[in-house]
């Protein structure tokens, strides 16, 4: 599945002043990496959000956002927020806030 162009160069803005920040293609879309980690992605026109497991229910609470199960099987830590969640700058940098503080409380790969 192709990603929107659109919303990563909208991420990539959010992202800009990042250390560590690398690109990687993967699930058939695109994910953000800092210092390694996964803090968000894209598939289509949503964003994944690695959130972790202590924020999972808070994040799955909030409008727009659905368990991540695209391998059948839900990935706890992880959220899908619909493109509707993500329409403007505000929320998406709210996500990618989110995405971005839990891949930083990880150790660098």
Excluded: C
């Excluded at 999972?56 to 099987?73: E, I």
């Amino acid at each position: 599945m192709a990603y929107d162009e659109g919303l990563a160069q909208r991420i990539r803005e959010a992202l800009a002043d990042a250390d560590g920040l690398s690109e990687r293609r993967m699930f058939g879309g695109i994910a953000f990496m800092l210092h390694g980690n996964m803090a968000v992605g894209i598939s289509g026109d949503e964003l994944m959000v690695r959130v972790g497991p202590e924020a999972y229910d808070d994040a799955l609470a909030q409008p727009h956002a659905r368990v991540f199960d695209m391998t059948g099987r839900v990935m706890r830590g992880w959220v899908v927020v619909a493109a509707e969640g993500i329409a403007d700058d505000g929320a998406l940098g709210d996500w990618v806030r989110r995405g971005a503080d839990y891949a930083r409380s990880l150790p660098p790969k």
